[in-house]
């Protein structure tokens, strides 16, 4: 048994040392490169270890790429048919619902980049549930580009459905798991990130003679941040071991709340510098920030949280 734990946390190790190597990259990493990084195989006997260990060294690197969209896939169950390759794009409703079918035009917020673009999946709610829709990239339009920090993928777009040429069943429910926990893990690697960065200022910056880290006051602070982290990864397990929504929904809010505490305290017991250029603490606000501009539903997800007899959750509730 101890063997067998010891195995399976040197190949964590391994996958979380390659996974940090490529998001190291300063470039946008096409969705080949993940494929290539044994995604397909991974996400298909641990799904757990794939998403939770690229979604957080994704946010403790900053990295661009689609690792979300390969998670909402892998969570959707699509058929063989579709390719997994770079050149499909998931369409993402802004509006309160899931799209409706005879709809001509819809907005809503795609996965991908322009130029990737080959096939659009819309996922649409119909009578036998809900099904993912594909059209050719002649289809869309491109309504805004490069206005979202850290996610140069996540575009506004108008989605003409008159191209419709096949319809795949899909799990949506089990897509939104997926980039609940994805976005969790995200969330949870930003958080740590930040704390990394805080302590390690704390241990040189000296106030009074004394390093500021010694002080009681900015003590309580980062323990206040640690405890929030601990939370989310035990929210983030509770939701690995049971399906259903809710817990999803718990452990990404849990995630929040910890970010955001790591955006009040972390920042505050650093100072001036944190506020500024110079310093990269900056870049992981923006992007958690930016997650939840993109993310806002924090009232759907306490609701799916709070309500455990709502068994249907719609795709507006986390991908709005």
């Known amino acids: 048994m101890t063997s067998t734990l010891d195995g399976q946390q040197q190949f964590e190790r391994a996958l979380r040392d390659s996974a940090r190597r490529l998001f190291r990259s300063p470039h946008w990493l096409e969705s080949d490169q993940l494929l290539g990084l044994g995604w397909s195989e991974l996400v298909a006997e641990d799904p757990k270890l794939a998403i939770r260990t690229l979604g957080e060294e994704h946010g403790r690197e ?123 893990a995200e969330y949870i690697g930003l958080t740590a990130k930040m704390l990394e960065l805080a302590c390690d200022h704390v241990r040189v910056r000296h106030q009074f003679a004394r390093p500021l880290g010694s002080f009681q006051a900015v003590q309580q602070r980062l323990a206040n941040v640690r405890v929030r982290l601990e939370a989310a990864y035990a929210n983030q397990e509770a939701a690995w071991r049971d399906p259903h929504q809710a817990y999803a929904a718990a452990a990404l809010l849990s995630a929040r709340e910890a970010f955001e505490s790591a955006v009040s305290d972390c920042v505050q017991v650093m100072g001036a510098i944190a506020c500024t250029w110079e310093h990269p603490i900056h870049a992981y606000v923006r992007r958690g920030v930016a997650n939840s501009v993109i993310f806002p539903d924090e009232a759907g997800l306490a609701d799916a949280w709070h309500g455990l007899e709502h068994a249907e959750i719609t795709l507006a509730e986390v991908f709005e």
């Open 62 to 184: 900053l990295a661009r790429s689609r690792t979300l969209e390969l998670a909402v896939r892998a969570g959707a169950a699509l058929p063989e048919s579709v390719p997994a390759t770079a050149t499909s794009v998931i369409v993402l409703p802004s509006a309160g619902t899931i799209f409706d079918e005879g709809t001509s035009k819809v907005v809503g917020l795609g996965l991908g980049r322009p130029l990737e673009a080959g096939t659009v999946l819309l996922p649409v709610a119909g009578d036998n549930g809900t099904q993912l829709l594909e059209l050719p990239d002649t289809s869309v339009r491109w309504l805004e580009r490069g206005l979202l920090d850290g996610r140069p993928s996540m575009l506004a777009v108008e989605v003409d459905l008159s191209g419709t040429t096949n319809r795949h069943p899909c799990n949506w429910r089990g897509a939104v798991r997926y980039g609940r926990l994805y976005l969790t």
